[in-house]
C-alpha cells in the first residue's frame, strides 16, 4: 500500500470571480476604501506567504435562508484577510463606505463588515496573534 498522497486532490481556492454591473467602479471603489492594487488585466493576486501563519482560506456553503449576509441580498460574501482591522475600518469610513456597526472576536480573531458600492457584504477578518 503506497503512503504517498492521492493525486486528484483539490489544493485549495485558486481565485474568486463574480459578476459586477460597473467592474471598474467597484475596482476603483475596493482600491480607494480598502488600498487594493489591481493588475491591468483587472484583478488582484493576494500572495499567500503575505497572509499571518493563523491565517485560513475557509469554504463554507451557508443554508439559503441565512441571514449572516445582511443587509446585501446577494448569496455570497467575501471575507478579506487584514492586518490592523481598526485601522482597516478607520480607512474605509473616512472614503465614505458603508461599515455596519457589528463587530464580533474570539479565539479566531476579530471580525467586522462593511458593504461595497455593488450592496456585497464583505467581512473583515483580523487573524488572532500567533501563539508563542
Known amino acids: 500500500m503506497s503512503t504517498s498522497a492521492a493525486r ?16 471598474a467602479r467597484l475596482r476603483d471603489w ?7 492594487q489591481f493588475n491591468s ?27 449572516y449576509f445582511r443587509p446585501s441580498e446577494q448569496p455570497f460574501m467575501f471575507n478579506l484577510v487584514v492586518d490592523d482591522l481598526d485601522a482597516t ?8 463606505a458603508t461599515v455596519l456597526p457589528d463587530r464580533a ?3 479566531q480573531g476579530d471580525f467586522a463588515w462593511l458593504v461595497d ?3 456585497n ?3 473583515l477578518w483580523q487573524p488572532p ?4
Open 8 to 23: 486528484g486532490q483539490v489544493l485549495g481556492l485558486g481565485g474568486l470571480f463574480f459578476k459586477s454591473p460597473d467592474p
Open 41 to 67: 488585466w483587472g484583478g488582484v493576486v493576494f500572495d499567500p506567504a503575505a497572509l499571518p501563519a493563523t491565517s485560513a482560506l475557509i469554504f463554507t456553503p451557508f443554508a439559503a435562508d441565512t441571514d
Open 117 to 119: 458600492c455593488d450592496g
Open 89 to 96: 475600518l478607520a480607512r474605509a469610513s473616512a472614503a465614505g
Open 105 to 107: 472576536g474570539g479565539e
Open 129 to 132: 496573534a500567533a501563539r508563542r
Open 30 to 36: 475596493y482600491q480607494r476604501v480598502l488600498g487594493l
Open 121 to 123: 457584504k464583505v467581512e
